[in-house]
């Protein structure tokens, strides 16, 4: 299931539980469409509410594939159409404004993007990192025996481990060693956009 699709569930998780009756209709149509195999019919009649049976639907859904969403928005039109135009609404209005790059949220000017990252910014950069610098250098190409080497080479400061990757990356990429590429590696972290604006500006 599209990721937007299982956020929007889950946003919506506890009105679906509130307003909606999984009636036999409804998981018979998904049963057809081949969303739900018959140990999840038996999953979900064998719950002793009709809340819980809601909720265990929308706990087998985002694992059914792409169709499942359509479908189960298709399952609703009969006897809760008004369910089903909410859930669409709400999709479309997500689709309407994605939202913005990280680069953008970062705050980071345009033209800096493409340049190379000076000595100050790697350095401002080892200081914010915590324990995922790791994953953040094997995203940017560096191996695991790289990675020990940085350890290995600055046994007592963790940024020193950090910053020899960093200017490890810069040296063996040259130009393609980007501002750009290295907020890409980024966005996968907990650093805040806000800490790397004061880094890179």
């Known amino acids: 299931m599209d990721p937007k699709h299982k956020k929007l569930l ?12 999984v009636d036999d209709m409804i998981i018979q149509y998904l049963y057809q469409e081949e969303i ?22 929308l706990d087998i859904l985002p694992t059914r594939g792409s169709r499942a969403f359509h479908h189960f928005t298709q399952s609703l039109e009969k006897d809760f159409p008004w369910i089903k135009d909410k859930l669409l609404r709400l999709c479309a209005e997500d689709t309407e404004s994605p939202p913005p790059p990280f680069t953008v949220q970062c705050g980071v000017p345009d033209h800096i ?45 963790v940024q020193s481990q950090v910053l020899a990757g960093l200017v490890m990356w810069t040296q063996r990429n040259g130009r393609e060693a980007t501002v750009r590429r290295l907020l890409q590696s980024l966005q996968a972290t907990d650093i805040l956009p806000s800490v790397l604006q004061q880094v890179f500006v």
């Open 113 to 157: 993007l493409p340049t190379v990252p000076t000595m100050l910014h790697l350095n401002q950069l080892a200081a914010c990192l915590g324990s995922e610098w790791k994953s953040v250098l094997l995203d940017l190409g560096l191996s695991s025996a790289d990675l020990y080497r940085c350890c290995a080479d600055n046994p007592l400061a």
């Open 36 to 57: 739900l195999t018959e140990s999840h019919l038996e999953e979900i009649e064998s719950e002793s509410s009709n809340r819980k049976k809601t909720l265990k639907l």
């Open 10 to 21: 889950r946003s919506q998780r506890l009105f679906l539980a509130e307003e909606l009756l």
